[in-house]
């Protein structure tokens, strides 16, 4: 069964980083397009960074462009998030998703693989 663990939440002051990562296991993801999306409280699910099977191309939601950077390791079936300048608006629960698509996909409803989430908050 596959199965996607997120790790690396937690909470930092504004300004601050954290690296989150996604574990892949039970099958290889290094042919799909892997995703993070997030959920701040009463809001809804939107998506935030995406990279393709090879790495060679992403897509990012405006708000994080030139603060965040995703990244994959095929080899340990593993997907970062880098985040850096972190805003309070920032915080959220974030979830890594897999879609057998393999480019950059922006619409949850293209991921067939979906992790349990990691808690961020930013907040000093």
């Known amino acids: 069964q596959k199965q996607l663990v997120e790790s690396g939440g937690g909470l930092v002051q504004p300004g601050g980083s954290l690296r989150l990562s996604c574990a892949a296991s039970?099958?290889?993801?290094?042919?799909?397009?892997m995703g993070w999306f997030r959920q701040a409280p009463g809001k809804e699910r939107e998506f935030v960074v995406a990279?393709?099977?090879?790495?060679?191309?992403?897509a990012y939601t405006d708000s994080v462009k030139s603060r965040f950077t995703i990244s994959r390791d095929n080899a340990k079936n593993t997907v970062y998030l880098q985040m850096n300048s972190l805003k309070p608006e920032d915080t959220a629960v974030y979830y890594c998703?897999?879609?057998?698509?393999?480019?950059?996909?922006?619409?949850?409803?293209?991921?067939?693989?979906w992790g349990q989430g990691t808690q961020v908050t930013v907040s000093s």
């Open positions: 039970g099958r290889a993801f290094s042919n799909y397009c």
């Open positions: 998703a897999a879609s057998q698509k393999g480019y950059p996909v922006r619409e949850e409803n293209d991921y067939d693989y």
């Open positions: 990279i393709s099977w090879s790495g060679g191309a992403t």
